[in-house]
């Protein structure tokens, strides 16, 4: 069965230092992978997704993820935080017409 | 491109009184729909999806429905509300053969 695991629950960082955020996954075949973000009490936004294209795929704000086959891994990393980007960030499978959500995590960003 | 409205923002309900959220979208036709649930603390629930005006899949059984009696209108519902109804509701569609779902702002329900 497809499912995805975020490692860290939270993840703190300074603004300026870059950001890692862990996502390994679980599928028997080739999955369609996202990162969504969300702010306090909106929706979530689409950030990036994997297909098949291309192994790292570039995302908004800054954000890219690197699908690693051979480590089942999805992370997603920026080289910069902002303030701004704190928020909670979902590792997603896509499942059929489906959507598999991570338990999320939250990232503080200090100044 | 699409639009996701959801009315109303927010609401705090007591328990036992109905409940009806609604969720329209713009710039799509015949998308596939979906009803999100977030309790607090926990991730994203999937509780009923739609692929047309009256086909509803619900995938936990629980004390809510859902209709679609338009094609750009879903609408979440409750008889009577429980405490554990509380939550924060999206709507999310998908739009032809593509996997990628889009979210709505979502609904903040307090049930006391």
């Known amino acids: 069965a497809q499912s995805v695991t975020q490692l860290d629950s939270h993840v703190s960082v300074s603004e300026g230092t870059p950001v890692l955020l862990r996502c390994n996954y679980s599928?028997?075949?080739?999955?369609?992978l996202f990162w969504y973000v969300q702010h306090p009490n909106k929706g979530l936004q689409l950030l990036l997704k994997y297909t098949s294209a291309a192994t790292l795929v570039k995302g908004i704000n800054g954000f890219e993820a690197e699908f690693k086959k051979s480590e089942t891994s999805f992370h997603l990393t920026k080289p910069s935080a902002h303030m701004s980007d704190a928020a909670e960030y979902f590792c997603?499978?896509?499942?059929?017409?489906?959507?598999?959500f991570g338990t999320g995590t939250r990232l503080q960003v200090f100044p | 491109s699409q639009t996701i409205h959801q009315w109303p923002a927010t609401l705090v309900q007591p328990v036992g009184s109905p409940l009806s959220l609604e969720c329209t979208v713009e710039g799509t036709s015949n998308p596939n729909l979906y009803w999100y649930r977030q309790a607090a603390g926990r991730g994203l629930q999937l509780l009923f999806y739609?692929?047309?005006?009256?086909?509803i899949s619900s995938e936990v059984p629980q004390n809510l429905s859902a209709s679609r009696p338009q094609d750009r209108q879903f609408i979440l519902s409750s008889k009577k509300l429980l405490l554990s109804d509380s939550g924060f509701y999206l709507c999310a569609l998908r739009q032809g053969a593509t996997d990628t779902q889009y979210f709505g702002p979502g609904t903040r329900l307090t049930v006391l």
């Open positions: 997603v499978v896509s499942v059929t017409d489906k959507l598999i």
């Open positions: 739609s692929v047309g005006i009256g086909q």
């Open positions: 599928s028997s075949y080739s999955p369609s």
